[in-house]
């Protein structure tokens, strides 16, 4: 189904092969994703020894991270947890650290069996990367959870350095403006001139090797990058339109995140 021929009352629907799901709020994306979640979590460990996850740090996931703590079905002891992106020169116990963010609201609430963290505060970032890098060769990610920025970014992949055919797994990146402008906008950061102008992510392809990606998008100011990853061209422009191509990828939009779709 094209998205044009999509009515104004569905509420799921396929576009290329990203299934989309559209809900009443952002709490409901929250139980509902962390169902799906759990579900793939269980029937893959019914097959395997043990998993690994990618998770976003962001106000969006907040929800979702919730909700998923909160399944006592899951068997956290058999899952590698990782995470996308860190910035590069924030003080070690700065909140806005991602890892900071995601052991606060999860790698500290669960008993993972491993939690690997991206070391912001390395004296060299490009280490940092290799060693990020042989981490995910050595532990191949079965899930990744994750957003999608306002200006289409996953991860810290900004329309100016993404790349879908990137030969790396991890990359240090300038952030653009639009990126570090959001983080000012949700109150992360008190001014622009606090943001860090440089972050350690994973790339595109780091992400896509995942066999499921759930994506949680709520709350309007996603609504135009939203907007643009269902239905501009699949480039680097909007980055999150390569979700489109990703099959077992579910996009999880709030009636907010939706409104420009109708």
């Not at 501009?232 to 995140?257: F, Q, V």
């Amino acid at each position: 189904m094209s998205f044009s021929e999509v009515k104004t009352n569905t509420t799921e629907f396929v576009k290329d092969n990203l299934l989309v799901k559209i809900f009443p709020n952002r709490k409901t994306i929250g139980e509902k994703a962390a169902r799906e979640v759990s579900e793939v979590i269980r029937r893959l460990l019914e097959e395997k020894d043990e998993l690994n996850m990618i998770f976003a740090a962001a106000p969006s996931q907040s929800d979702f991270m919730q909700a998923l703590i909160a399944d006592n079905s899951i068997p956290w002891q058999r899952i590698n947890a990782f995470h996308m992106d860190e910035y590069i020169g924030l003080e070690k116990k700065a909140p806005q650290g991602f890892g900071n963010f995601l052991k606060e609201r999860l790698f500290g609430k669960v008993p993972f069996k491993s939690v690997n963290y991206i070391n912001g505060q390395s004296p060299n970032a490009e280490s940092e990367c290799n060693r990020y890098s042989k981490l995910l060769e050595k532990f191949p990610a079965d899930i990744v959870c994750l957003g999608i920025g306002e200006n289409g970014h996953i991860a810290f992949n900004d329309p100016p350095v993404a790349d879908f055919n990137d030969a790396k797994l991890v990359k240090v990146v300038e952030l653009d403006l639009p990126c570090r402008q959001q983080q000012v906008n949700e109150k992360l950061f008190t001014g622009l001139n606090l943001v860090p102008t440089h972050a350690v992510t994973l790339t595109i392809p780091a992400l896509m090797k995942a066999d499921y990606m759930f994506c949680m998008v709520p709350a309007v100011n996603k609504a135009e990058a939203v907007y643009k990853t269902l239905n501009g061209e699949i480039n680097e422009e909007c980055p999150a339109t390569i979700l489109r191509t990703k099959e077992k990828a579910i996009l999880y939009l709030d009636r907010e995140s939706a409104s420009l779709l109708k």
